[in-house]
């Protein structure tokens, strides 16, 4: 009799187990667009060190030597598979089937510019890789980096929107940077561990559009008045810090790669089935006075579980929040104009995609003959030849 219940019980476990692993998936495949810029390479870096979750990372960025990036960041004894996808027209087959795109891929600020100012650079570089989702994996979660995140989240919604593949719980601009900011600073005034300080931050993602919620502190912490007010400005004004700390050189990167990663970890998280796993983001949600807001959200298998909103604000913050809805209206009202004004979007079949890489291909022959340029076709024994004296090169380096 003991027997068989014992039997019957470790068979319900096997049962119970083989269920688990049915839903509880940990093997996510994750696409970096802008995967070798300077949030690009230390995101995917750290990605890499994740195969609890993911166990194939593909990284797509324009510039020749995003293969030797992949390659080096290949060669960590981690059992994550990595990919390297070259070029714009590689945008489609990195995010082919992927389960997460998170998107870096654009132009960082120089001392003097607003991130609206990226505006002009990076409005098509959202437009493009959304064009290249809503055909290649509908079903993905996004993860938008790219400034203006404001402006570039509604871009993306609007050409899914277009092309009947619309999912706002997928869709994510990443204000983390904002979150992680705050815990810091808030915990070196207090000489308090910062990774144990939790602060929301909601609105947007520039200046004035980020409202750090003070008041709803993790634990909570006693703040004057003047404190509240110069944390307030200092988290707002940290990215253009950073931006002016660099001379040029961009923007942050490093913190932004950790911040990022930890969204993406979280999101992931939630996807495999863990619980209770909450984060602020930009998305699509009217329920604030304007379209889109940061708010905290509940994540879930499916992307956002559950808006939790902003909670109950100090009269500060109260105003603080008002400004932001005007200036991210005027924002979002950016982004829609640009993808309207585009018409209704074609998005091409993977056949047609052939044909228009194909047809791009001789365009830029007839282009080069036209010009008179030496064209050079090398077949394969002259592609041999040079793979070898590459090698002999390389031999000789060693
Ligand atoms: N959401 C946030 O909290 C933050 C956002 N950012 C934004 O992230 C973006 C990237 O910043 P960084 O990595 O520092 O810039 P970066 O210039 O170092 O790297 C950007 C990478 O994107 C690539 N790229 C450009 N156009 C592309 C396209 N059409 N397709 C694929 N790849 C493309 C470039 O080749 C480059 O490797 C910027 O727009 C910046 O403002 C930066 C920090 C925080
Ligand atoms: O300030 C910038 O341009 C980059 C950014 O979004 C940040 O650091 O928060």
């Not at 719980?169 to 990774?195: C, E, H, M, W, Y």
């Not at 640009?338 to 998005?347: A, P, R």
Request: hydrophobic share 40%; net charge positive; charged share 25%.
């Amino acid at each position: 009799m003991l027997g068989r219940l014992l039997h019957r019980s470790i068979k319900a476990k096997h049962i119970f187990a083989r269920n688990l692993s049915l839903t509880h998936r940990n093997d996510f495949k994750v696409t970096v667009i802008g995967g070798v810029g300077g949030i690009g390479a230390p995101l995917c870096l750290l990605l890499k060190l994740q195969p609890d979750l993911i166990t194939e990372l593909y990284i797509q960025d324009l510039v020749k030597w995003t293969p030797g990036v992949a390659l080096d960041i290949s060669h960590i004894n981690t059992p994550v598979k990595v990919k390297a996808f070259t070029g714009a027209d590689q945008v489609r087959e990195a995010c082919r089937g992927t389960d997460l795109v998170i998107i870096p891929g654009g132009v960082p600020r120089k001392p003097g510019m607003t991130r609206d100012d990226l505006f002009g650079a990076n409005a098509s570089v959202v437009r493009d890789v959304a064009v290249a989702c809503a055909d290649a994996c509908p079903d993905a979660l996004i993860n938008i980096i790219t400034n203006p995140v404001n402006s570039v989240v509604p871009i993306f919604c609007e050409v899914m929107r277009k092309a009947g593949k619309l999912n706002p719980a997928k869709i994510f601009g990443i204000s983390t940077l904002d979150l992680v900011r705050s815990s810091t600073f808030v915990a070196n005034l207090k000489g308090l561990d910062p990774s144990k300080v939790v602060v929301p931050s909601v609105g947007g993602h520039s200046g004035i559009s980020i409202v750090p919620l003070l008041s709803q502190c993790q634990p909570q912490v006693s703040l004057t008045p003047d404190e509240i007010k110069t944390l307030t400005t200092n988290i707002q004004q940290a990215g253009t810090n950073v931006v002016k700390a660099k001379v040029g050189a961009g923007s942050a990167q490093l913190a932004m790669a950790f911040a990022g990663a930890r969204f993406a970890f979280n999101l992931l998280r939630a996807k495999k089935g863990e619980s209770n796993i909450i984060e602020c983001a930009f998305t699509l949600n009217n329920s604030h006075g304007t379209k889109y807001i940061s708010s905290r959200l509940l994540l879930g298998k499916n992307g956002i579980e559950k808006d939790l909103g902003i909670g109950k604000l100090s009269d500060f913050e109260q105003e603080n929040f008002k400004k932001a809805i005007e200036a991210i209206k005027k924002n979002v009202a950016k982004g829609e104009q640009f993808v309207n004004k585009i018409g209704d979007i074609d998005i091409p079949n993977d056949e047609e995609q052939n044909d228009n890489e194909k047809k791009k291909k001789q365009e830029k022959v007839d282009l080069a003959v036209l010009n008179g340029e030496k064209i050079q076709i090398s077949n394969d024994n002259e592609k041999k030849n040079i793979d070898k004296n590459v090698l002999n090169e390389e031999k000789r380096a060693d």
